[in-house]
């Protein structure tokens, strides 16, 4: 090559790249790989499409992690790529196969730190395959000579919640199958949130079992649906808790007095909005909550519904006179303040109690929701353990008692 000529060593050096395509694999038990390419790196994807994995409103940008108190953020692009197969081998990862479709994470902030702070949290769930907590595969930098990008590679979902309740705004309630499968989910959810607040630190060294966990920001948008291979039942898939870009790990003396910092308006606890208040993983209850009440209104009453009956129906000028959907409402009395539920909120749940599609199943799960999770002291709210105990007791009678399941509920409390 010494009697190369310049423009020959550059030909050379373009057209070897197309034969660097990365070997994306995932270790078997631990951990995951991190790869350093670089910007004339060939990237093994057969296709690419700029859409939101979430499927939401066709937004291709969604928040991610703040880096440090302050700071204003960042935001991340999901685009859908389809990775050549002879250049991944991930291994079963608890999800089906995708078709080698795969969502592609890029982070927009420049800083090393943001982006450890964000894998930090799904390192820790990365191999629970028992777990519907969406599993991180593998990440990787592109570097030019004056900056570097950041992405994380997970598996693909077509649809989030919200995006399927909008694809499908009416439900069949004639057979068990749908009470059956949103009973499965809901367990499988709580199971999931009960790892990130609980299970990750008993197996830990003493040192390490300090680290608590809350998600932060759950809402329908934020858990995708994946396909389920379940044979002799009808399923709509299996529903994954994802978008862990609010979460944070604690110690276990400051666990619960984290400031509030953003996250969904709508699904906000009351201790966001209350001086002093603090959030901790009990604000989490309250989200599920809110996110359970819209999952039997779209059961119930539909699409629309959950888009705009209800949301229209709780929607109030706030403290600041801002119209606000949120689940409660500050009240002020001289100097002093407190939160209650909305009252349109509890006769929502009242009007659904009173729909001859609540079976004793759903009757239930409606106050359990309002009895134990939309409770505005979070204290008294239950706890993630607890809630899956029931969810899991009334998942199995559903499944097994078709009259629980599906027979109209016509005790005093349904029309209390």
Request: aromatic fraction near 12%; charged fraction near 30%; hydrophobic fraction near 35%.
């Amino acid at each position: 090559m010494d009697r190369w000529s310049v423009k020959k060593r550059r030909k050379f050096w373009r057209t070897s790249n197309k034969y660097n395509a990365p070997f994306f694999i995932r270790p078997k038990s631990k951990g995951i790989y991190h790869y350093v390419l670089f910007h004339s790196t060939t990237l093994p994807f057969m296709r690419e499409d700029s859409v939101s994995q979430q499927g939401e409103d066709d937004s291709r940008k969604s928040k991610t992690s703040p880096g440090t108190e302050g700071d204003e953020g960042g935001f991340s692009m999901v685009r859908r790529v389809k990775i050549h197969p002879s250049h991944h081998q991930f291994g079963n990862y608890g999800i089906p196969s995708q078709d080698n479709f795969f969502a592609i994470k890029s982070l927009s902030t420049k800083r090393e730190r943001d982006f450890e702070d964000e894998v930090s949290v799904l390192l820790r769930f990365a191999h629970c395959a028992d777990k519907q907590l969406v599993k991180l595969l593998a990440t990787f930098e592109v570097r030019t000579e004056r900056d570097v990008t950041y992405h994380l590679i997970f598996p693909w979902a077509d649809w989030s919640v919200r995006s399927l309740w909008k694809q499908c705004p009416s439900v069949d309630r004639r057979s068990p199958s749908r009470l059956q499968w949103i009973g499965r989910q809901s367990a499988a959810v709580v199971k999931s949130l009960t790892f990130i607040h609980e299970e990750y630190a008993s197996g830990l060294s003493l040192n390490d079992r300090e680290k608590w966990g809350r998600h932060g920001d759950i809402k329908a948008g934020n858990f995708l649906v994946y396909k389920e291979n379940r044979a002799g039942a009808v399923t709509m898939g299996l529903i994954f808790m994802a978008d862990f870009g609010l979460s944070r790990f604690h110690r276990q003396e400051s666990r619960s007095m984290v400031h509030p910092r953003a996250a969904s308006p709508s699904y906000r606890p009351p201790e966001f909005d209350m001086p002093g208040g603090t959030l901790s993983r009990k604000s989490d209850i309250w989200s599920l909550g809110a996110f359970f009440l819209e999952f039997i209104t779209w059961y119930l009453k539909g699409w629309d519904a959950v888009e705009t009956d209800f949301p229209e129906y709780r929607e109030e000028e706030d403290h600041q006179r801002i119209l606000s959907d949120t689940f409660f409402r500050i009240e002020h009395s001289g100097r002093s303040q407190r939160a209650i539920v909305k009252p349109r909120v509890t006769e929502w749940i009242l009007i659904l109690h009173l729909h001859p599609d609540c079976t004793h199943f759903v009757h239930d799960l409606l106050d359990l929701i309002k009895d134990k999770m939309l409770h505005v002291s979070k204290d008294s709210r239950i706890g993630a353990r607890d809630l899956y105990e029931k969810l899991e007791s009334m998942n199995h009678r559903c499944n097994s008692d078709p009259n629980y399941c599906m027979q109209q509920c016509t005790c005093s409390r349904a029309g209390a």
